[in-house]
């Protein structure tokens, strides 16, 4: 019979270790670790500090002079409390959770709130599941927000229909922080009972509502703040951000791969309001991954446009913290989990080593060693064989009347309405597209337009496509748009380039259409190859092929979108 711990067990364990953390603190028993000479940011006094800080049990327990097991010489080096990235959407980085942490440990990053969505829109409580089970045991800290909006709209068709009863139970789960962000803010608005049940279920369990309300004012913002939603992501001016700050909501600086707003908002990075305010990152691509770094990113890009170092670092650490009550994270201080990134300087932020829970996991870049996840079989096989469609023709994709034209924003992903067209012209840079529902075999297939993404030739099609993940596709014809649709399927998800009846670059993307289990270099590789490839076919060389047409079937953002029932106008909901 497997052996039991009694409770009395249990306490008597945890009393040990306290007494011993409490020991080392007086200095009458060695530490495990010290870092000796150590200049760290005060993230309570807004300045640098010198001392020995001394680690036991995982824990800080003092700074001062201390003896340790382990002495490691600081001197010359910056440490900063691990980064904390407020708001994140794992699969975005298309790698499995145990590939993301292994990117985004070197650049100092210890723990990462998510909001899995995503995944959760193509296999429902399943998926929160999938990714809870995926992250579990990682050297970083993968923190939840349930999903708050699945599907993102009624206009469109996902995986899973998710009200407050089948995400109510996930709340006592110890990473769960809170309900992810609330996308349904014209719904929270008018008091409907769908969005509100959710955010009275949440605050039921004393847990945070993250918000995404770009632009809303007045009594509206009034409305939204007062239902009890604490922060948004979505500011991309002063105006908005502030206007949110003065109704008590907390900022989330987002610097991502789709969007960047820091610039935007450095003003809002002094004296009066950084306290209010963290980073956050949103999306990560692999190449911005590998490329640019990730929160190390933010803090070095925020200090060149004349942002104070030590706010920086207050802001991508201990504002997040505080936020979502994580009592013992993003600072240095005794009690608080030994995570650090220690840098050469407050400017370059180049992150030479990452201590977690007083353990070296990362030197010079490199991971010294992460567990592999373990999965549960069921979860692991349905994650897999998420797709079902029917193999597609190019006469499903054949149209005689009139369809509306979506019209690209050049670096937007709003868009505009070009009115009608009845075929392909590729002199007007007018395109077939198509959204193809995967998820229950309906061939429901909406069919419109596009103007403005450049392709000539051939067809691009991806299953990661917001919020539903159905497979969109935009082509110059219809034979290599059933290609390309088929080649997905086949592929259990991904990116392809066709042309000519050939499939000239592909990347699957077999965990529900959105992730792959490769390393995080071969599928930026795989990634790039498919970019050229489509960038070869006429699409133009400022436009990411993929995350553009990720964006045009999203029915939140305004102003047209396409689903799998056709184009829809945003502000109506309605189809045009």
């Known amino acids: 019979m497997a052996h039991t711990e009694s409770w009395s067990g249990k306490i008597n364990r945890r009393l040990l270790k306290k007494q011993r953390i409490i020991d080392v ?12 000479n150590a200049t760290y940011v005060d993230v309570f006094s807004g300045c640098l500090a010198t001392d020995d800080i001394a680690v036991a049990e995982g824990l800080i327990v003092g700074q001062g002079k201390y003896e340790g097991n382990i002495e490691v010489d600081m001197t010359g080096k910056i440490v900063c409390p691990g980064f904390i990235d407020a708001h994140i959407h794992l699969e975005s980085s298309l790698v499995a959770p145990r590939e993301f942490a292994k990117a985004v440990l070197p650049h100092g990053t210890t723990a990462v709130i998510t909001d899995p969505h995503e995944i959760t829109n193509v296999m429902g409580t399943d998926g929160i599941d999938y990714m809870l089970e995926a992250s579990e045991g990682l050297p970083l800290d993968v923190l939840f927000m349930i999903p708050s909006c699945v599907p993102a709209s009624p206009m469109d068709e996902s995986g899973a229909n998710l009200d407050y009863r089948d995400i109510d139970s996930f709340f006592d789960h110890p990473r769960v922080l809170g309900l992810g962000e609330m996308m349904d803010f014209p719904g929270v608005i008018r008091g409907d009972s769908v969005p509100v049940s959710k955010i009275v279920a949440s605050q039921s369990h004393h847990k945070k509502i993250d918000g995404h309300a770009p632009g809303i004012r007045d009594n509206d913002l009034n409305a939204y703040v007062a239902a009890g939603v604490y922060s948004d992501h979505e500011c991309a001016d002063m105006e908005d951000a502030l206007e949110k700050i003065r109704r008590g909501q907390y900022i989330m600086i987002r610097e991502g ?61 201990y504002h997040a913290a ?11 201080a005794p009690g608080y989990l030994a995570d650090f990134a220690v ?69 937007q992903i709003v868009t505009q309405d070009c009115g009608y067209a009845e075929e392909v012209d590729v002199q007007t840079d007018t395109l077939k597209m198509a959204v ?13 337009y596009l103007r403005g993404y450049g392709l000539k030739q051939g067809a691009v099609a991806t299953s990661v496509a917001h919020d539903s993940h159905n497979i969109i596709v935009v082509a110059a014809n219809d034979e290599d748009m059933a290609l390309a649709v088929n080649t997905i399927t086949q592929n259990s998800g991904g990116i392809v380039v066709v042309n000519d009846g050939k499939v000239l670059a592909q990347l699957p993307l077999e965990i529900a259409g959105l992730m792959s289990n490769l390393p995080l270099t071969e599928v930026n590789e795989l990634l790039e190859k498919a970019k050229a490839a489509a960038h070869e076919l006429g699409v133009g060389d400022e436009i990411d092929p993929f995350m553009t047409l990720s964006f045009m079937s999203l029915p939140v953002i ?19």
């Open 25 to 36: 603190a007086a200095g009458r028993e060695k530490a495990d670790l010290v870092l000796k």
């Open 257 to 317: 791969t789709a969007a960047k707003n820091l610039e935007a908002l450095m003003g809002l990075l002094n004296e009066q309001y950084y306290s209010r305010c963290m980073f956050c990152t949103d999306d990560k691509h692999p190449s911005d991954l590998l490329e640019k770094g990730h929160m190390d990113y933010i803090c070095r890009k925020a200090v060149s446009l004349g942002a104070d170092p030590i706010r920086v670092v207050q802001t991508a650490c």
């Open 343 to 411: 840098l050469d300087n407050l400017k370059d932020f180049n992150v030479q080593q990452v201590y977690k829970r007083g353990k070296l996991i990362c030197q010079n870049g490199q991971i010294i060693d992460i567990p592999e996840s373990k999965i549960t079989p069921r979860l692991a096989e349905e994650a897999e064989h998420t797709f079902h469609v029917a193999h597609m023709t190019s006469r499903d994709f054949a149209e005689w009347r009139p369809r509306g034209v979506i019209g690209m924003v050049p670096g």
């Open 322 to 332: 505080r936020y979502f009550l994580l009592n013992n994270r993003g600072a240095i």
């Open 436 to 448: 193809v529902e995967r998820h229950r075999n309906t061939r429901h297939i909406g069919i419109g």
């Open 558 to 576: 305004p102003t047209l979108r396409l689903t799998t029932r056709g184009v829809m106008d945003v502000a109506t909901q309605k189809y045009i």
